[in-house]
């Protein structure tokens, strides 16, 4: 069937993002950044312009609406002027456009630049089909559906947006939301679970977004929640301390005041701990 489609040139239906289709190029942004045409890596010759590659970069931030033409120039080129900015634009799609195979990949259609969805599977776009999915799940939802969906969340998202790419502001600013978007998209998934009667599955999901946002201070209150449900007094005091030395030693934070009620009762248990005389030795033990 694969082979078929790729004969006939066939595009996805519009909103597809299924991995399993035979997209004829996919772009993988997060946590590392690697672009495959049919199935291939594109090789990028070290001498060779970066132009092309930012204006894919751009180009996959902006999603389905794409990006007018005027805002690439302005950020791939703000010191050229119009006329010129226009020419490097155009010089630089014909370049992007030989680079994927074809100019269908990527449109240009009444000043907007875009890729062509139909036939380029980007992993930022994936990850929006899996926000939309989430959001859809009702109190109805099997707990296989919910650990099925953060198993494709958390393959999506191995690491940060474009690492390595400081240059572009659009980068900068896209990772902020890349990343608030993936930690409120765990955070619905692990509360359903946690509604479920599912802590163990849970945890385990606050545990893999806490590897990846060591400072996302709610993944760590969810996680003490789950242990307190489940009795685990230490466990959670020490996801506790964890989070106030990760706070305190990048960000010069102290925990919130939502984060000190939660575990105020373990405080008052360990006070009542030390204050508690110790218990007399058995006569004739060793001194």
Not at 45 to 68: E, F, T, V
Not at 189 to 208: D, I, T, V
Request: aromatic share 4%.
């Amino acid at each position: 069937m694969c082979r078929l489609i790729k004969q006939s040139g066939l595009a996805a239906a519009a909103g597809a993002v299924s991995p399993h289709w035979p997209w004829p190029i996919r772009l993988q942004t997060l946590g590392h950044v690697r672009i495959e045409c049919d199935g291939a890596p594109i090789p990028t010759k070290r001498k060779q312009s970066r132009k092309p590659l930012d204006m894919l970069h751009l180009l996959a931030i902006a999603g389905d609406r794409g990006m007018p033409v005027a805002h690439i120039c302005m950020a791939l080129w703000p010191d050229s002027d119009g006329d010129a900015a226009r020419k490097s634009f155009d010089n630089t799609l014909h370049r992007l456009r030989k680079l994927l195979g074809g100019e269908r990949h990527v449109l240009l259609h009444s000043g907007n630049l875009s890729l062509n969805h139909g036939t380029c599977w980007t992993d930022l776009a994936a990850l929006n089909a899996c926000m939309l999915e989430s959001a859809a799940l009702d109190k109805a939802c099997t707990v296989a559906q919910l650990t099925g969906l953060a198993e494709r969340v958390l393959g999506l998202c191995q690491g940060e947006l474009l690492p390595g790419r400081n240059d572009l502001p659009e980068v900068l600013g896209a990772r902020d939301r890349i990343r608030s978007k993936f930690l409120r998209l765990m955070l619905s998934l692990g509360s359903k679970l946690e509604h479920a009667g599912e802590q163990n599955e849970a945890m385990l999901l606050y545990q893999c977004l806490i590897e990846q946002q060591p400072l996302a201070e709610e993944a760590y209150r969810s996680l003490i929640r789950c242990h307190l449900a489940l009795g685990h007094r230490a466990e959670a005091f020490e996801i506790y301390r964890r989070c106030r030395h990760h706070l305190s030693v990048v960000l010069n934070l102290a925990p919130s005041s939502e984060t000190e009620v939660l575990v105020a009762p373990l405080r008052a248990l360990q006070a009542a701990a030390s204050m508690r005389p110790p218990e007399p030795r058995a006569q004739g033990s060793a001194p």
